[in-house]
T-cell receptor, first 110, second 116 residues
Framework: RKEVEQDPGPFNVPEGATVAFNCTYS??????FFWYRQDCRKEPKLLMS???SGNEDGRFTAQLNRASQYISLLIRDSKLSDSATYLC???????????FGSGTRLQVQP | DAGVIQSPRHEVTEMGQEVTLRCKPI?????LFWYRQTMMRGLELLIY????????DSGMPEDRFSAKMPNASFSTLKIQPSEPRDSAVYFC??????????????FGSGTRLTVV
């Protein structure tokens, strides 16, 4: 079983739609959580950290459920420019490096 | 801020040849990471350094792979001899060591390696 699991998609949504991605992690010792965005043939870039109380950054909302070991990302009012692959990322005390999920591809259509 | 700089951007080589990938981390960042990305396996951590010292190389696939960080501003990943299954995008990333866990990494643009 992979340490971080994501639905690969693709999610095809119209502009203006709300879309949600979920991710599950297997290591209960995980302590830090992030969402990264990766455009086609580009490097991953940090989108936002995920905090226990949930956090929002403009149209993006991240939630963490430690009991169920899942993380979510909600994108409201989707834009064409949101089309990308979204990577769920965790780290834990036993291995002080980030572990990446395989990513969920989003395609926003006009 | 120049960001994390990797070279070359693209490399095409024949099976059996030696390949050297290079990385310059962001100045002041004390942690450096090498990742490999393929369609089948996604992003995999190969090795990482703290203050130029290798901390975890458990992701290095086999002895053909080696990595060095001779100083705080330069690292290399070497594959010798290269094989077609090594074809992938290799990313280098850096982070301030005390904040690595909480603040994520900055990635370079990657080296796209093709072994024929």
């Amino acid at each position: 079983r992979k340490e971080v699991e994501q639905d690969p998609g693709p999610f095809n949504v119209p502009e203006g739609a709300t879309v949600a991605f979920n991710c599950t992690y297997s290591n209960s010792a995980s302590q830090s959580f992030f969402w990264y965005r990766q455009d086609c043939r580009k490097e991953p870039k940090l989108l936002m950290s995920v905090y226990s109380s949930g956090n929002e950054d403009g149209r993006f909302t991240a939630q963490l459920n430690r009991a169920s070991q899942y993380i979510s990302l909600l994108i409201r009012d989707s834009k064409l420019s949101d089309s990308a692959t979204y990577l769920c990322v965790v780290s834990h005390t036993g291995r002080r490096a980030l572990t990446f999920g395989s990513g969920t591809r989003l395609q926003v259509q006009p | 801020d120049a960001g994390v700089i990797q070279s070359p951007r693209h490399e095409v080589t024949e099976m059996g040849q030696e390949v050297t990938l290079r990385c310059k981390p962001i100045s002041g960042h004390n942690s450096l990471f090498w990742y490999r990305q393929t369609m089948m396996r996604g992003l995999e951590l190969l090795i990482y350094f703290n203050n130029n010292v290798p901390i975890d190389d458990s992701g290095m696939p086999e002895d053909r792979f080696s990595a060095k960080m001779p100083n705080a501003s330069f690292s290399t990943l070497k594959i010798q001899p290269s094989e077609p299954r090594d074809s992938a995008v290799y990313f280098c990333a850096s982070s301030p060591v005390v904040r690595a866990i909480n603040y994520g990494y900055t990635f370079g643009s990657g080296t796209r390696l093709t072994v024929v």
